[in-house]
């Protein structure tokens, strides 16, 4: 099982990207997906989330700008990011929790994408 991401790049302030990840492998449920990102020199955090039943949650300096999409079917999410500043210049990352055919959960991270925004 693994994550692919993809959709990353140099734009400017107030620009737009779409971010992509998608999960492939012998899948039987997907139980979390996410978007994370790490700016250099600065901790991991959740941009985006779905969790199981709930509601997307976004990250406040996210919100009114990201919107996050799940497709299930696809085993896929999106990050459409607009207004794009440059403190959200970071690599990307997926994660998801997954459980395969055999019945094992996983924690899955894609191998992250770079976004670059420039004043």
């Known amino acids: 099982v693994q994550l692919q991401a993809s959709g990353g790049g140099l734009v400017q302030t107030g620009g737009s990207l779409r971010l992509s990840c998608a999960a492939s492998?012998?899948?039987?449920?997907?139980?979390?997906m996410g978007w994370y990102r790490q700016a250099p020199g600065k901790q991991r955090e959740s941009v985006a989330a779905?969790?199981?039943?709930?509601?997307?949650r976004y990250v406040d300096s996210a919100k009114g700008r990201f919107t996050a999409s799940r497709d299930n079917v696809k085993n896929a999410m999106y990050l459409q990011m607009t207004s794009l500043k440059p403190e959200d210049t970071a690599v990307y990352l997926c994660?998801?929790?997954?459980?395969?055919?055999?019945?094992?959960?996983?924690?899955?991270w894609g191998q992250g994408t770079q976004v670059t925004v420039s004043s």
């Open positions: 994660y998801a929790i997954i459980t395969d055919l055999t019945g094992a959960t996983m924690n899955a």
């Open positions: 492998g012998r899948i039987r449920s997907i139980n979390f």
């Open positions: 779905f969790p199981s039943g709930g509601k997307t």
